[in-house]
């Protein structure tokens, strides 16, 4: 599998609840979002918090920046198989 490991979407929130992942504030229903995938993880961004970049270390209040946890300085190379695979990545909203 030679796919990247984080694939980056772009939508519109079909629910309030989701969280932005840089400034931490509330995705109302409508609003444009930027979303971030990994194999296990999802993070939502607003639009304009969102980096531009696949990688989350690139985020200005990413854990990696700060160095308080123990975080590998690079992604797998792919996102391989287990159990939390999917058939299909990228944020689909059902609006």
């Known amino acids: 599998m030679s796919e990247a490991y984080w694939t980056v979407s772009s939508g519109v929130s079909a629910r309030v609840g989701y969280s932005c992942r840089e400034c931490r504030k509330v995705i109302s229903k409508g609003e444009a979002i930027k979303v971030r995938e990994g194999r296990k993880m ?54």
């Open 42 to 95: 999802r993070f939502y961004y607003h639009d304009k918090c969102f980096s531009g970049e696949a990688d989350p270390r690139t985020q200005g209040n990413s854990s990696f920046n700060n160095k308080e946890l123990p975080i590998s300085d690079a992604a797998p190379a792919s996102k391989g198989h287990g159990k939390w695979s999917v058939s299909a990545y990228g944020y689909r909203t059902s609006m």
